[in-house]
DNA sequence: TTATAAACTTAGTCCCGTCTAATTTCGCTC
DNA sequence: GAGCGAAATTAGACGGGACTAAGTTTATAA
């Protein structure tokens, strides 16, 4: 009916047409699916004769409302799958990735639904990210900031990491950072480093501000408190 | 590495050829791949030449040393996963096959073998067939004895029924028919029809003589007993 | 307003796994 | 050992999904 690499492909431009439903640009989504731009350009076509997203030349491609529940079908399969092998069969967050990424085109709704059921319907996956229900209603961020937007002496409880570089995840659960974590801001220099301390501890963890910008938070508390 | 079309020709070729290592032809697993012969004939040549068969022309294949450790991969894979739907997922009997055949083709060893983990190393599956273990040992078959080659009066323990036919599986299941269940042989005719009674209970359970040869089963006690 | 680079699409090829139609080989009977 | 039907193979095509090379379009900036 539709193919494991349809399936990536939608799911990516849902990823990256985000909030704003920004179209997406060939050249954004060869880069995110590792190929190059004519294979882009021979899909997008496949998948706008079908009705999943709207392709206008040289202007990119949106998900149309035939696209939309697809995308967000495959994006609950991979969260549940995350949350079920962290939980489930000790799997470490850093090593979900991929297996979730394989498995999500094919297990059955119904073993989606199985395991959520065990699950208890968690509304997040490991890393945070929020999964849709089996209507497949999504919860919106609960905030748009991140680690970068804050202040020295700021406190913030992590909401999400993002899930596909196992080392950066190993970093952040060796030093105690996950979704629910609080941290406070202790530094952040010109050159581009912020680093936090974490709950309460007197360990100091240092990121990049690129990493520190695709880590999610919510304030807690400013530094002028 | 090895596409999944490619895992199912080699285990249809595993199943095919039995114990006894004879050479199947075209014909038999174009017929169990439900696809035309042509298809076959350039689908073998391909694993021939990546060695996972021995292919001689017009007289068939037989797997390699190769081959078999991926035909019994894929197979650990797909009764380990139909003993985990049935156990841990509440799937009935009859509807896992189908979901199994599809991920044992996606799941990594290391999901196998924690499902494995968390059922307690099963050595059969739902349907009595056995599960072979991590480094690919397969028991057996008990006995080669099927429920056709009873007599009249015979007790047997059932020790596998064919896992492909859901109504079969439903019928079985709804008359008390499963591996280990204990039946007596109260009829055979002369026109294909064999009748049971499970356990002690009361009821009657006729079956064509084809499917009759298709359960497996141990005897217990002749009828001269 | 036009030149130029970057982005994008088109054209043509390849491998995979399937198909139908045509041909070859096998195995058996006379 | 010739003939015949069944089984198998070869030939050629197609859709899926990728690639490289070549040609367009768009955006930008002189
Ligand atoms: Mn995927
Ligand atoms: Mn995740
Ligand atoms: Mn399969
Ligand atoms: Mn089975």
């Given amino acids: 009916m539709l193919s494991a ?11 990256l047409q985000g909030e704003t439903d920004e179209r997406v640009r060939t050249s ?21 004769k079908r009705d999943f997203v ?21 994006i609950r399969h991979h969260r549940l799958l995350e949350r079920y092998l962290t939980e489930r069969l000790e799997y470490d967050w850093a090593e979900v990735h991929d297996e979730a990424d394989r498995l999500e085109h094919h297990i059955s709704n119904q073993f989606a639904d199985r395991i959520a059921e065990q699950l208890g319907n968690p509304a997040v996956d490991p890393h945070g990210d929020p999964i849709p229900t ?3 209603d999504v919860s919106p961020p609960q905030s748009g ?22 080392d950066l995840l190993r970093y952040l659960s060796e030093h105690g950072i996950t979704p629910t974590t609080v941290v406070e801001i202790v530094e952040t ?5 912020v680093t936090l301390d974490p709950d309460g501890t007197d360990e100091r963890v240092a990121l990049p501000e690129e990493v520190a910008r695709s880590i999610t938070a919510q304030t807690l508390t400013g530094a002028s408190n």
């Fill in 189 to 193: 220099t010109s050159f581009g480093m």
């Fill in 134 to 136: 089996a209507d497949l």
């Fill in 54 to 74: 709207h392709y206008e030349p040289y202007k990119g491609v949106v998900l149309t409302d035939t696209g939309i529940p697809v995308a967000l079908e495959i």
């Fill in 145 to 166: 900031e991140t680690l970068a937007d804050q202040q020295v002496g700021d406190k913030v409880r992590i909401e999400r990491v993002p899930d596909n570089d196992p």
């Fill in 5 to 15: 690499i349809m399936e990536d492909y939608l799911k990516a431009i849902y990823y």
């Fill in 28 to 48: 954004t989504l060869a880069e995110h699916m590792g190929v190059e731009q004519p294979s882009v350009t021979s899909m997008v076509k496949k998948l706008a």
